[in-house]
Antibody, heavy 119, light 112 residues
Framework: QVQLVQSGAEVKKPGSSVKVSCKAS????????ISWVRQAPGQGLEWMGR????????NYAQKFQGRVTITADKSTSTAYMELSSLRSEDTAVYYC????????????WGQGTLVTVSS | QSALTQPASVSGSPGQSITISCTGT?????????VSWYQQHPGKAPKLMIY???NRPSGVSNRFSGSKSGNTASLTISGLQAEDEADYYC????????????FGGGTKLTVL
């Protein structure tokens, strides 16, 4: 059974960084890409970027370019999303989602990680 | 402002059918058959309901169906049930230089 388990909630100060993990089980890690999608309180979904673990290549939405880094550790089937220079508008639930390589839909989702940015 | 346009809310009575629209451009919805739909209950992660415009994943009820015409995709739910009450989001792959995937703003479905 496919599962994506994310790390727990975080409270961060403005200007700091946060790193969220997403551990995959079930299926072959290298057969998938991992995207990160966030949802601000009461708002819609927003795609941030993705990584292709088998290649180690990541690309990002222009909005987050320079502030977000997505990495993957194939040995532990875990993806990471680090967001820097946090501001209050970054308060959101951050989801990882898995796509089969060559597909264009988010097949499985993690449970979400709430990141709160507050002074 | 979301890249794809959805109605903020729709409603229907049990047993009825409703349709949610999702309007984009030729760079996303109109340019690719890569529209997907997600159901999200409060406090839960999104769940894939439709992929590649009209395909249902295993385990999703056949009451859910998808279609596309030009730059507008649609999700239809027939035989509405109380448990269908949720937020629904469309998504499309995009050829935009600034991002790879876009979402709609979401539609709140109320089952009366």
């Amino acid at each position: 059974q496919v599962q994506l388990v994310q790390s727990g909630a975080e409270v961060k100060k403005p200007g700091s960084s946060v790193k969220v993990s997403c551990k995959a089980s079930g299926g072959t890690f290298s057969s998938y890409t991992i995207s990160w999608v966030r949802q601000a309180p009461g708002q819609g979904l927003e795609w941030m970027g993705r990584i292709i673990p088998i290649l180690g290549i990541a690309n990002y939405a222009q909005k987050f370019q320079g502030r977000v880094t997505i990495t993957a550790d194939k040995s532990t089937s875990t993806a990471y999303m680090e967001l820097s220079s946090l501001r209050s508008e970054d308060t959101a639930v951050y989801y990882c989602a898995r796509l089969l390589v060559g597909s264009y839909y988010f097949q499985h989702w993690g449970q979400g990680t709430l990141v709160t940015v507050s002074s | 402002q979301s890249a794809l346009t959805q109605p903020a809310s729709v409603s229907g009575s049990p047993g009825q059918s409703i349709t949610i629209s999702c309007t984009g451009t030729s760079s996303d919805v109109g340019g690719y058959n890569y529209v997907s739909w997600y159901q999200q209950h409060p406090g839960k992660a999104p769940k894939l309901m439709i992929y590649d415009v009209s395909n249902r994943p295993s385990g999703v009820s056949n009451r859910f169906s998808g279609s596309k015409s030009g730059n507008t995709a649609s999700l239809t739910i027939s035989g509405l049930q109380a448990e269908d009450e949720a937020d629904y989001y469309c998504s499309s792959y995009t050829s935009s230089s600034t991002l790879n995937w876009v979402f709609g703003g979401g539609t709140k479905l109320t089952v009366l």
